[in-house]
């Protein structure tokens, strides 16, 4: 039997060092067909989060795939700046529709982390955030601040939020990450760490090859060999992935893009930070060697 590793529970106001955690939508859902889940997958990611999960703290964060991203390019949707305002009977239908896609899927996810031993407790942005023209914005969010010194796992995704200059915008998992590391700190929780998960090694060069590091001197040729996705996707696939875990690198958080097709991988990265990010995937820090 695998021995789980335990959070603190401690009811201590010091400070939490948080792991963050995402479970891209091409990784547990099937981008070529509506609303489909890749269970198998998903039930394995999810007892790798059990096994492994960090002292500390854990958020866990997942996309929308094949669920969310079809509806919310029919409705207009769009993450990041830009776009008409929202507001007519059509506009506000396919906002509802777009966000019970998204909640589909992240009941799913729940009932999987719950399946598998992990405390989960459900965190959707569009309960602690708006946006100003696809910017989050809002005051720190103190319920998953308060789940995380219980022993909780807040669960977040990628959902539609309120806009007050667009009515509605879509805020991907990358930026959700984004808004919570800036913002837990005042609330006595650091983001120390961020671990994504997707369809591939981690980030490839123009040759399909594996870029193991990427720091200060070689963020702009890695940035510049990586895309968007090839499936419906509204928020920009591995280029956004990038661009997000760079700036959290700026702020001292540390990311480790992996291959979440690895069984044990998601394990073993929790589990020994400073070991597997020598040898898995693509690792994002500020700093050179």
């Not at 399946?115 to 696809?134: I, M, N, R």
Request: net charge positive; proline share 6%; charged share 20%.
């Amino acid at each position: 039997m695998v021995r789980r590793s335990q959070p603190e529970t401690s009811g201590s106001r010091g400070r939490l060092n948080v792991t963050l955690v995402k479970l891209g939508g091409s990784l547990i859902t099937d981008k070529t067909r509506p609303r489909s889940v890749e269970r198998r997958r998903l039930e394995r990611l999810a007892a790798e989060i059990a096994a492994g999960r960090p002292r500390g703290g854990l958020i866990v964060g997942h996309g929308s795939g094949s669920f969310g991203h079809p509806e919310a390019r029919a409705a207009g949707l769009v993450g990041g700046a830009g776009g008409r305002r929202l507001e007519t009977p059509a506009d506000r239908m396919g906002i509802a529709r777009t966000q019970a896609a998204a909640q589909a899927l992240h009941r799913v996810v729940v009932s999987s982390l719950i399946d598998a031993g992990v405390p989960a407790y459900s965190q959707p942005p569009s309960g602690f955030l708006v946006a100003e023209d696809g910017e989050p914005c809002g005051d720190p969010p103190a319920p998953l601040a308060e789940a995380l010194r219980l022993g909780l796992v807040p669960v977040t995704m990628g959902d539609v939020v309120i806009d007050r200059r667009r009515g509605a915008a879509i805020v991907s998992t990358e930026t959700v990450f984004e808004f919570l590391a800036g913002s837990l700190p005042a609330l006595g929780i650091d983001v120390r760490r961020a671990v994504w998960l997707g369809a591939t090694a981690g980030v490839l060069d123009g040759g399909g090859r594996l870029i193991p590091r990427i720091d200060a001197t070689n963020i702009g040729a890695a940035s510049a060999s990586v895309g968007g996705s090839a499936a419906i996707d509204v928020t920009g696939g591995m280029e956004h992935r990038l661009v997000t875990a760079w700036r959290l690198a700026r702020g001292d958080v540390e990311s480790l893009i992996i291959d979440g097709r690895e069984p044990g991988l998601l394990e073993s990265v929790l589990r020994h930070p400073g070991r597997a990010a020598e040898c898995a995937g693509t690792l994002v820090c500020s700093d050179p060697r």
